[in-house]
């Protein structure tokens, strides 16, 4: 059955560093999601994208973050200078189209130190 | 604004038991879809039902079952003789819009621990 694969499982990175989170939707998918889980807390939406462009973004997907879908498979979110809040689970989703459910990939843990 | 509710934080059943999982919801839209997911100490998200709401009818799928009623604007969830297996972190979440598969608003959700 075709997945959502995210990578790394689980990335350490120093505050102030620059992280990159990857993803690669299920191959045929259009629509695009970033979503993060910080510790014990909801899954909150962070940014949706389709045809090569953001479609809609929370508050929290601030300038310290952008995502990228560089080659056609895979679709990063970029982290600019991770602040410690910035810890939690970052979960990529796809669907084919608005009327299909989305596919959660199974999360990256981000830890700041 | 979307708003999701899972009034209980955490649930603690004996094997075997039923055991229902509120969710209520909030929003302005007629067309609206909503969404049931599991989370297992593994941490992935699985998906186990959406449901438009423009449909009603109340859903069976082996042990689990699902109550969605407009007029109280909840949509339950109910496992049947339980399992262990069912232990998990079981969230409810809504999206607006036609589509159903714009951005999903989460409920807190309701911590599931099945003993054996």
């Known amino acids: 059955e075709p997945e959502v694969t995210q990578t790394p499982s689980h990335q350490v990175t120093q505050m102030g560093q620059e992280v990159i989170l990857r993803c690669v939707p299920i191959?045929?998918?259009?629509?695009f999601y970033w979503y993060r889980q910080i510790l014990g807390q909801k899954v909150e939406f962070l940014v949706s994208?389709?045809?090569?462009?953001?479609?809609?973004k929370s508050e929290i997907f601030d300038d310290q973050f952008s995502v990228e879908r560089p080659d056609g498979s895979n679709f990063t979110l970029k982290i600019r200078s991770t602040k410690l809040e910035d810890s939690a689970m970052y979960f990529c989703?796809?669907?084919?189209?608005?009327?299909?459910?989305?596919?959660f990939g199974q999360g990256t843990r981000l830890t700041v130190v | 604004a979307q708003k999701v509710t899972q009034a209980q934080t955490e649930i603690s059943v004996v094997e075997k038991e039923d055991v229902t999982l509120d969710c209520v919801y909030e929003?302005?839209?007629?067309?609206?879809?909503l969404f049931w997911y599991k989370q297992p100490p593994s941490g992935e998200l699985v998906f186990l039902i959406r449901?438009?709401?423009?449909?009603?009818q109340n859903e069976i799928s082996g042990r689990y079952s699902w109550n969605f009623q407009k007029s109280t604007s909840s949509f339950n969830f109910t496992i049947t003789a339980s399992q262990v297996v069912d232990s998990a972190v079981y969230f409810c979440?809504?999206?607006?819009?036609?589509?159903?598969?714009?951005?999903?608003?989460f409920g807190k959700g309701t911590k599931l621990t099945v003993n054996p």
């Open positions: 929003t302005r839209d007629t067309t609206y879809y």
């Open positions: 994208f389709y045809n090569n462009e953001i479609s809609e």
């Open positions: 191959s045929n998918h259009l629509y």
């Open positions: 449901r438009n709401s423009f449909d009603e």
């Open positions: 989703a796809s669907t084919m189209d608005r009327n299909t459910e989305a596919f």
């Open positions: 979440a809504l999206s607006e819009g036609q589509g159903g598969s714009e951005k999903l608003v």
